[in-house]
């Protein structure tokens, strides 16, 4: 499946107040769930995500599209389906119904 993972090299929002041993923060511990970078902050949790549905020429909405298209060899009709990937339109962003925790997020869920 895939494509889910992170594509930015660098800083991981999920990571401490640093990768690198800071000298100043030996003594302190950051309870915070991600810190990127001074005050930004990141979360653990999607809200939305890119949608694999697309609409084609109709407004039909559908992940694969197909046509039925007549085929003769030796004086016999056959039907074939043709799959159709010109003029389709991604269906773009969908908002989550509930938010889902990201796949780079560094936790072990399990039930005890």
């Known amino acids: 499946m895939g494509g889910s993972g992170s594509k930015v090299k660098g800083a991981w929002p999920f990571a401490g107040s640093g990768a690198g041993g800071d000298s ?3 003594g302190q511990e950051d309870h915070s769930v991600a810190r990127l970078k001074g005050t930004r902050k990141a979360t653990p949790f ?3 995500r890119r949608s694999s549905l697309y609409y084609d020429e109709d407004g039909d ?3 694969e599209f197909y ?3 007549v ?3 030796n004086g016999r009709k056959r039907s074939k389906l043709k799959r159709i990937q010109k003029n389709l ?8 119904n509930h938010p889902r925790i990201h796949v780079d997020f560094p936790v072990i869920l399990f039930e005890v």
């Open 24 to 26: 100043g923060s030996e």
């Open 46 to 48: 999607i809200f939305t």
């Open 61 to 63: 909405l559908a992940h």
């Open 67 to 69: 046509e039925e298209t």
């Open 71 to 73: 085929v003769t060899k």
């Open 89 to 96: 339109i991604p269906q773009g962003i969908v908002k989550l």
